[in-house]
Each structure stands twice: as structure tokens, then as C-alpha cells.
Nanobody, 121 residues
Framework: QVQLVESGGGLVQPGGSLRLSCAAS????????MNWVRQAPGKGFELVSAINSDGGRTTYADSVKGRFTISRDNVVNTLYLQMNSLKPEDTAVYYC??????????????RGQGTQVTVSS
């Protein structure tokens, strides 16, 4: 079955950086688009970024554009999110999820357990 395990979260000061990882198993990783979504305390889910199956196309929420970079390594079946210039409003639980096709834009399935990112001085 699809298994997604996020890691790399933590406590960081404003302006700092973190790199999140999502280890995927149970499916052919290189066949599917992936995304990162986040949920801040008391708020709904926000799509942060998405990447197509071969990594050739990406998209970002306006709130993170220019600060976050999504990437993937289809050899080691891992999705990444490099987060720079972090702000307190980036505080959230970050999840990775798999789309049902090679391209993003449609629906996506189950998330992993998430990794907490806290941006605070």
C-alpha cells in the first residue's frame, strides 16, 4: 500500500531554513505527481507546492513563491521541500501526498503522518 513518511521538521528562527523529506514506498514513485500541503493551527489545509512525475514542472502557492523549492529524486523515491527565509506564518504541520496521475492539478490521495515546522524566535 502507499506509504509516505515525512521528516525534517523542527523549530527554526525567522529567516532560517529547513529541508523536508518524504520517503515514498508501496507504489512506483516515478509514475506520480506529488505535493506538499500544510495545516496551520486552527486552519484548513493549504496546498504549498506540487511537482509532476518527472520533476519537470512545479507550482507554488503565492505565499511561498520565491522562498520554497520542491524537488524529487526518483532513484531513491523521495520528495523534498527546501524552505528558506521562513516566516512565523509558515508554522504548520507539513504533509506530502500523491496525486492519482503523472500530472498535478487533479485530486490527490492519502497523506503521511506529517512533520511539524515551527518558526519562532
Amino acid at each position: 500500500q502507499v506509504q509516505l513518511v515525512e521528516s525534517g521538521g523542527g523549530l527554526v528562527q525567522p529567516g532560517g531554513s529547513l529541508r523536508l523529506s518524504c520517503a515514498a514506498s508501496g507504489f512506483i514513485f516515478s509514475n506520480y505527481a506529488m505535493n506538499w500541503v500544510r495545516q496551520a493551527p486552527g486552519k484548513g489545509f493549504e496546498l504549498v507546492s506540487a511537482i509532476n512525475s518527472d520533476g519537470g514542472r512545479t507550482t507554488y502557492a503565492d505565499s511561498v513563491k520565491g522562498r520554497f523549492t520542491i524537488s524529487r529524486d526518483n532513484v531513491v523515491n523521495t520528495l523534498y521541500l527546501q524552505m528558506n527565509s521562513l516566516k512565523p506564518e509558515d508554522t504548520a504541520v507539513y504533509y506530502c501526498a500523491r496525486y492519482y496521475s503523472a500530472n498535478y492539478g487533479g485530486s490527490y490521495g492519502s497523506r503521511g503522518q506529517g512533520t511539524q515546522v515551527t518558526v519562532s524566535s
